[in-house]
């Protein structure tokens, strides 16, 4: 990636302009409704902290919990100056602008995950504006993600509770031994990425650190500098099983590596390099093949295990941060700052089977559903798209808030969406429950 460090989170935006990592700022975008200051109390009121359930939803409510009605915008202003003058990063000036005839003319309008509910007490938080895997669901109920930038906590939907799972504010230590493991520990470590799958919590930070936590146990498994590169951050990781049924895991970096590691004793399997800092990495269903996005226009498609290239992936014209495998091995998406998405067919690498489009941001965070029937890809902020993917991609809903997204993720069931909100206010967790009568819509819309 092009930006380095948490003091570039924030970077300097144009007059008048809303840029990718900013806050949303909604306490009294045009003054209170009276026309004078609020006072305290009333501004406590305006922003206190109360949840939104479905049936709130249902009659009237926002989902945010945003009170429409006590500001001098009403929420379709608000969308229109928020598209306006929201600023996607680019390190291609115009980027966008490039792709914008190539793309899928697709309605919104179809509902495939009806809103169920919004946690305000869950505060996702972003680290480094490019890096948006950081909210993490191993069911329908268990959720993970970043929070008070020192710690991961778990949310369970069942109970409403948060539990702190794992913090890196002081120094973290490993309990067990293992040859490569930092034994004195890591101290301070600021987290750019992080993922839970297999029983396992897996974090990387800004010095290319890797930090792996069982979630059955208390203490820390294993802690490693991966690099000690200039350009060290930990893009990605993905946590997977192997041919054999065992645990592995594939991390990308800045310093243009990707390092393939069991997690039996967290010994390096894979060291491959590329000709530029890979931003994010995805292993398909047979484990065959992995994709390679990074610092450049062209992504890869790469042999998994000898890290030999197969195909560029041509078409993108900004950097991609995303990737994602449809369960069938077959197909895979990419997500890109040009605020694009592309669907490829490994069985012909030549051109993306198609280009579908999003609204104000980079693509920076792309899921398929373990059963395959739809795909879901985030913009930096505001919009998370769900496409019907067994309908060719012709059919999609649009889900629509405020606020940087710190990551989206799916229950393993399929039937829960979890959204990231981070904001200086109306943070919080967003959940969706899929609507199970979805096909039988489809067949007369």
């Not at 909210?135 to 970043?146: L, P």
């Not at 200039?230 to 592995?248: C, L, V, W």
Request: glycine share 8%; net charge negative.
């Amino acid at each position: 990636m092009s930006i380095n460090g948490v003091e570039e989170l924030e970077y300097m935006d144009e007059e008048g302009e809303i840029e990718e990592g900013d806050f949303v700022v909604l306490e009294y975008p045009n003054g209170p409704t009276n026309g004078d200051e609020p006072d305290d109390d009333e501004y406590a009121q305006l922003i206190r902290i109360t949840d939104t359930s479905a049936a709130e939803a249902r009659r009237g409510k926002d989902i945010q919990g945003i009170p429409w009605d006590r500001l001098q915008v009403t929420r379709q202003e608000y969308r229109k100056t928020r598209v306006e003058q929201y600023k996607n990063y680019e390190n291609f000036p115009n980027s966008s602008d490039l792709v914008e005839k190539t793309c899928k003319q697709v309605k919104k309008g179809s509902t495939y995950y009806d809103f169920q509910y919004n946690a305000r007490a869950v505060n996702p938080l972003i680290l480094h504006f490019q890096l948006r895997n950081l909210v993490w669901a191993t069911s329908k109920h268990d959720v993970y993600f970043m929070s008070d930038a020192s710690a991961v906590y778990h949310w369970s939907s069942l109970s409403h509770k948060l539990t702190e799972v794992l913090n890196f504010s002081g120094q973290v230590t490993p309990v067990e031994r293992y040859p490569g493991s930092v034994q004195e520990g890591l101290f301070g470590v600021n987290v750019t990425t992080f993922t839970v799958n297999e029983g396992l919590l897996i974090a990387g930070g800004f010095q290319g650190e890797l930090i792996c936590k069982p979630l059955d146990r208390q203490g820390v498994s294993f802690c490693a500098r991966t690099t000690f590169d200039e350009n060290a951050i930990t893009n990605a990781i993905e946590i997977y099983k192997d041919f054999r049924g065992g645990t592995h895991f594939m991390v990308a970096n800045n310093d243009c590596r990707v390092r393939e590691f069991d997690v039996e004793k967290f010994q390096l399997r894979n060291h491959f390099r590329f000709p530029w800092s890979v931003n994010h990495t995805s292993i398909s269903p047979d484990r065959k093949f992995m994709t390679v996005l990074g610092d450049d226009r062209d992504g890869l498609l790469a042999d998994s295990q000898n890290g030999k290239v197969i195909s560029k992936l041509s078409g993108h014209v900004d950097y991609s941060f995303a990737s994602a495998w449809h369960p069938s091995g077959i197909y895979f998406a990419t997500g890109n700052q040009d605020k694009s998405c592309r669907i490829w067919d490994v069985r012909n690498l030549s051109s993306s089977l198609s280009v579908l489009k999003g609204n104000i941001g980079a693509i920076r965070s792309v899921r398929y559903s373990p059963d395959g029937q739809f795909l879901f890809f985030a913009e930096a902020a505001d919009f998370v798209h769900v496409y019907n993917s067994s309908l060719n991609y012709n059919k999609r809903q649009e889900i629509d808030f405020f606020g940087e997204i710190s990551g989206i993720s799916l229950g393993p069931d399929d039937d829960s969406l979890y959204i990231g909100v981070w904001d200086r206010v109306y943070a919080s967790l967003l959940h969706f429950k899929r609507r199970q009568a979805y096909e039988y819509l489809d067949l007369f819309v």
